[in-house]
């Protein structure tokens, strides 16, 4: 089983709102990763990072920032959240090289109301 | 086009059945090929590498076409806890990330 850690796993909050979803991974990993998921539909990569100090964002725009202060923390923030931002977040690390595996962990399912 | 497609299925095969999922990839400079499933509600988790020499794991058997840009996922003997969403995955060397394609629903029944 992979060792890594998100959390909150569900959350429900009001529109308008501050929130940071939590990410460890105590596999020391330089590379770690934000999906965002809907049901039945794709994961989409919304930020990664390859090391501390280093973020990037991905392929799917998002409203979201994220820090990396720490090889083993990965937290995403918003701002202020919108219903818009209902959908499932998923976080990931993986070791780099070729071929590289992602391990996941739980997820957030997030609702905002 | 889509970088990674699948078909969505569902797939709704009985016990012991034989079913084969097929999967698609746009960019040729793609290097590294991945089943990954994901059950309900869960994360996805990594089935198998995709070689191309192509690569067996008991029941589960990927290859990899790259002159058709083409992988698929076989599975013999299918079991009821082989039912979830098998994702297929490609990462490309020029982006240096995974790419998740929609998955294809495997339901396995009595």
């Known amino acids: 089983e992979a060792d890594i850690y998100q959390t909150p796993r569900y959350l429900v909050i009001g529109t308008g709102k501050k929130i940071t979803l939590e990410c460890s991974q105590t596999m020391g990993h330089d590379k770690m990763y934000w999906y965002q998921q809907d049901p039945g539909m794709e994961l989409h990569l919304i930020h990664y990072?390859?090391?501390?100090?280093?973020?990037e964002k991905g392929d799917l725009s998002s409203e979201s920032t994220v820090s990396r202060i720490r090889t083993e923390h990965f937290p995403l923030t918003l701002e202020s959240a919108r219903p818009s931002h209902t959908s499932q977040y998923l976080c990931?690390?993986?070791?780099?090289?070729?071929?590289?595996?992602?391990?996941f962990g739980p997820g957030t399912r997030l609702l905002v109301l | 086009r889509k970088e990674v497609e699948q078909d969505p299925g569902p797939f709704n095969v009985p016990e012991g059945a034989t079913v084969a999922f097929n999967c698609t990839y746009s960019n040729s400079a793609s290097q590294s090929f991945f089943w990954y499933r994901q059950d309900c509600r869960k994360e996805p988790k990594l089935l198998m590498s995709v070689y191309s020499s192509g690569n067996e794991d008991g029941r589960f058997t990927a290859q990899l076409n790259r002159a058709s840009q083409y992988i698929s996922l076989l599975i013999r003997d299918s079991k009821l806890s082989d039912s979830a969403t098998y994702l297929c995955?490609?990462?490309?060397?020029?982006?240096?990330?995974?790419?998740f394609g929609k998955g294809t629903k495997l339901s396995v029944k009595p």
């Open positions: 990931a690390s993986g070791r780099g090289g070729s071929p590289e595996t992602q391990y």
């Open positions: 995955v490609v990462n490309s060397r020029s982006q240096g990330n995974l790419i």
């Open positions: 990072s390859y090391g501390v100090n280093s973020t």
